[in-house]
């Protein structure tokens, strides 16, 4: 399963690339507000850390202005990927998009028929929202079994990007079930990590290791 960081956020972005942990990056609107930083200056920045897939999302509403958001955004770098909404304009935006080799996050989605309807269209990737699923009182992670059946079904080349990922049982489920990506906060993807035994190990082989008096580097 492919890792993506959700941020805009540039020291996160390098510190989970320099340990290997990052294979693209996933923005909206409102990290980018958070971040405070201009739009296009930190895409650039983030597309010139991560080798892979960086999406940048389109913010109009209709097919003819997103074309020509699009047209602004693909010219960043090479591996930037657009994000539309799951809306037929967003659909038909995809569709033209992917048409020329563009890759394309189809986003918003809350519904098996939503990531239907955007295998169809071409897209590189489906965004299912699996937090905001949750808090509505839905099963977030049964959405992404039901995709994942659907696009093996009909052989769909769409990857399953899970999204609004909260926490790392979240990121468990995805790789139980064979999401093709995961895109979740920093500090979501950090945990990962930690285990109190782990801790706890370090702990005694530390204490061990002082009462030998020793040094590997002499
Ligand atoms: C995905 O691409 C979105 O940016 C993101 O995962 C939304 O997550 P949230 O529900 O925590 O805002």
């Keep these: 399963m492919k890792f993506f960081a959700d941020t805009a956020e540039i020291a996160d972005i390098r510190e989970l690339n320099e340990a290997g942990l990052l294979d693209g990056v996933t923005t909206n609107p409102s ?15 983030i597309c010139a850390i991560v080798d892979g897939p960086v999406s940048a999302e389109v913010v109009a509403l209709d097919h003819e202005t997103m074309m020509r958001e699009a047209e602004v955004l693909r010219k960043i770098a090479d591996n930037v990927c657009i994000k539309v909404p799951l809306t037929i304009d967003g659909l038909k935006t995809c569709r033209a998009l992917t048409g020329d080799g563009t890759m394309v996050n189809v986003t918003l989605c809350f519904s098996a028929n939503q990531a239907l309807l955007a295998g169809k269209a071409g897209a590189t990737f489906v965004s299912p929202f699996v ?12 959405l992404i079994r039901d995709i994942r ?32 990506v995961m895109t979740a906060p920093p500090k979501v993807i950090t945990a990962l990590a930690n285990h109190v035994l782990t801790d706890k190990g370090l702990e005694g082989f530390s204490s061990d290791w002082a009462k030998t ?6």
């Design 131 to 142: 937090g905001r699923h949750d808090d509505n009182g839905y099963d977030g992670m049964e």
């Design 31 to 45: 990290l980018i507000a958070k971040s405070g930083r201009d739009f296009m200056e930190v895409t650039r920045e």
């Design 213 to 218: 008096g020793q040094s590997i580097l002499g």
């Design 149 to 180: 059946l659907i696009y093996d079904n009909y052989d769909f080349g769409t990857e399953i990007l899970v999204a609004s990922v909260r926490h790392v049982v979240h990121v468990l489920e995805a790789a139980r079930i064979g999401a093709d």
